[in-house]
């Protein structure tokens, strides 16, 4: 068996080529080296599905600290970091802000942010047809809609001031980008991240003396179970906030918009029946998750089809390697809104495996999952149905190179054309 296993060169890892399509040689890995450790950097990789699924939901022996190395030496500790008592403290008092009522009270604020958006965008292509007599409109969806919306969603939920949006703008990307970057990255990230805390350091005196009904306001004086967060944790959580509810849900509505564009009869079926868009988000968060996978420490020796990985290791729980794997799902390179084997429902942080059907793995699994994937998916949603509503006909501009996102360091842009009449 050993002997007719394929060789993977571990170079791959680090090209251009994985870059642009890691799918080929994570099906490899899920074939013949379901627990890979690659000799260059140490590191191992999980690929298979039930898998991923079992080392998400182990934290006894998974440890989230890997977390603190790239997210938290940016933004300071948060509870993304941090295992057993000392997370749960911290996601019991920001989890319960994103689900539920509290998600339904800030719908609003996600329509009236669409709609402002749309309205600034409609007006401001009325006036370049009318100035150049065009007859087709232009939107690039990601700087004039995807990086826009989350970004203005967070603004309101942390009553920050909208007027100054273009300066969170260019922090949260900075910040993201210190997160995996070059040293030169890392240091402009936390610059970006210092300032935002400067930035935050009164309005939080300011809210703790005279709390509003903004989130900050609420986290400040919030205690559950005796535990009040620290003002170096909201500040750290409020980093959190504005790259994982921004710098994420960016990347998902740009990738529902290519995977539906590039599949002309799924972009049709959404236009007849826009109910559809709920699955067509679940299918493109398996398809196109914005994370490609997250790490893990473990925390004693663990065996996994016959390999033993030593306490103390970095492990990379591949979500793109889970999500496509064909053990799981059928034809799994193929978008596809209709398909039976996918939860096209609401994800579960327990995970989901019912009646031939299994969730999606984008958000992570178990006590890490992700706080805001009910924000994010009202989000793409909604912002989705109205911005179809006013562009007609939209396809790719020609001469662009679509591709779908992932979170990287490279500029972006997914430029399309739409009738203008
Ligand atoms: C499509 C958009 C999003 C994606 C793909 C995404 C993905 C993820 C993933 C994979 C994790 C798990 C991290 C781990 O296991 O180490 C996570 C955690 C988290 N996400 Fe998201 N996220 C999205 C949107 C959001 C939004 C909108 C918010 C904020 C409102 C948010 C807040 C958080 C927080 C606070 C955690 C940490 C939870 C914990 O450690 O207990 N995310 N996210």
């Not at 473990?298 to 990379?316: E, K, M, W």
Request: with cysteine; hydrophobic share 40%.
């Amino acid at each position: 068996m050993t002997a007719t296993r394929p060789t993977i060169d571990a170079d791959v890892f680090t090209s251009s080529e994985y870059a642009a399509n890691p799918y080929p040689t994570l099906k490899l890995l899920r074939d013949h080296y379901p627990v890979y450790q690659n000799p260059r950097s140490g590191m191992w990789m999980i690929t298979r599905y039930d898998d991923v699924v079992a080392c998400f939901r182990d934290s006894d022996r998974f440890s989230a600290s890997p977390n603190g190395l790239t997210i938290g030496a940016v933004f300071g500790p948060t509870l993304m970091e941090y295992d057993g008592d000392e997370h749960t403290k911290l996601r019991n008092i920001v989890a319960p802000e994103f689900v539920g009522l509290k998600l339904k009270a800030l719908m609003p604020v996600i329509v009236r942010n669409t709609m402002a958006l749309i309205e600034k965008f409609t007006t401001s292509q009325a006036e370049r047809i009318a100035r150049s007599a065009a007859s087709v409109g232009e939107i690039d969806i990601v700087d004039d809609f995807a990086t826009r919306l989350p970004l203005n969603v967070i603004l309101d939920v942390l009553d920050l001031p909208q007027e100054a949006h273009e300066m969170f703008h260019t922090w949260y990307p900075a910040m993201m980008n210190g997160i995996n970057g070059s040293p030169e990255h890392r240091a402009l990230g936390v610059a970006a991240n210092q300032a935002y805390h400067d930035y935050l350091d009164p309005l939080i005196e300011r809210r703790a003396r005279n709390p509003g009904a903004d989130l900050l306001s609420r986290l400040s004086v919030a205690e559950v179970d005796g535990h009040r967060m620290t003002k170096d944790e909201i500040k750290s959580f409020a980093s959190l906030l504005l790259v994982a509810g921004a710098e994420t849900t960016d990347k998902a509505i740009a990738n529902l918009w290519y995977q539906l564009l590039a599949n002309p009869a799924q972009w049709q079926a959404v236009q007849r029946d826009p109910e559809l868009l709920e699955p067509a988000f679940s299918e493109m968060m398996r398809v196109h998750p914005p994370a490609s996978g997250q790490m893990r420490r473990t925390i004693v020796d663990v065996t996994l089809h016959d390999v033993t990985i030593p306490a103390g290791s970095f492990v990379n729980l591949s979500i793109y390697g889970a999500n496509r794997d064909e053990r799981v799902f059928s034809n799994p390179d193929q978008f596809d809104i209709f398909r039976d084997d996918l939860n096209m429902g609401r994800e579960l942080r327990s995970g989901f495996q019912k009646d031939g059907r299994s969730g999606h793995l984008g958000f992570g699994l178990g006590k890490h999952f992700c706080a805001g994937y009910q924000l994010a998916r009202a989000e793409t949603v909604v912002g989705t149905r109205e911005l179809m509503k006013v562009i007609r006909n939209p396809r790719f501009k020609p001469g662009s190179k679509p591709t779908p996102i992932a979170i990287r360091l490279q500029p972006w842009s997914l430029p399309l054309e739409f009738d203008a009449a």
